[in-house]
């Protein structure tokens, strides 16, 4: 826990420096992002919301996610993820979003996505996008707190790099 603090700090430092605000769209991680960020004193000064967007639903309601992404690709996809941080930079004051979906499992895996199966998306609002997948070993809460990690390492990595 106390390298996500010590990330989310920097994180923030970061974000302060350069006047960015992150919204998250959140689905395997189920908040676990904004809490590891919100976690930081002063971080409303650069973190805006969080869509908590578990079901499809949710994320064609909340995110502006396609029925036929769904349909097609499934929610742990990167067509998916694209869509959610879209969506998110869109439904908030943010410039900087970033999404995840994935199977933290113990079971909803398959042999197309096993569990560890996680999809992210980073976008700005001057047009920079990443989208990655992962595979994370362990259990349920190992595979939700790297998740975590990765999120806030590439948004690390972007703003060090700016």
Not at 22 to 31: K, P, R, V
Not at 80 to 95: C, D, I, K, P, Y
Not at 99 to 122: D, L, M, R, Y
Request: hydrophobic share 40%.
């Amino acid at each position: 826990m106390e390298s996500t603090q010590n990330l989310s700090q920097q994180l923030g430092a970061l974000m302060l420096e350069q006047q960015k605000v992150l919204t998250t769209a959140e689905s395997c991680t189920g908040g676990g992002i904004s809490a590891a960020v919100t976690d930081v004193a002063g971080s409303s000064a650069w973190f805006d919301r969080a869509f908590i967007t578990y079901s499809n639903e949710a994320k064609m309601e909340m995110l502006g996610v396609r029925a036929e992404t769904l349909d097609k690709y499934g929610a742990v996809s990167e067509s998916t993820v694209h869509e959610m941080v879209q969506g998110a930079l869109r439904h908030s004051r943010a410039n900087i979003a970033v999404s995840v979906s994935g199977i933290a499992g113990p079971g909803g895996g398959s042999a197309e996505k096993p569990v560890g199966t996680v999809c992210f998306a980073w976008a700005d609002s001057d047009g920079w996008l990443k989208v990655a997948s992962y595979h994370f070993a362990g259990d349920r809460n190992s595979v939700r707190q790297q998740a975590v990690e990765v999120a806030q390492k590439v948004l690390y990595e972007k703003l060090s790099n700016s």
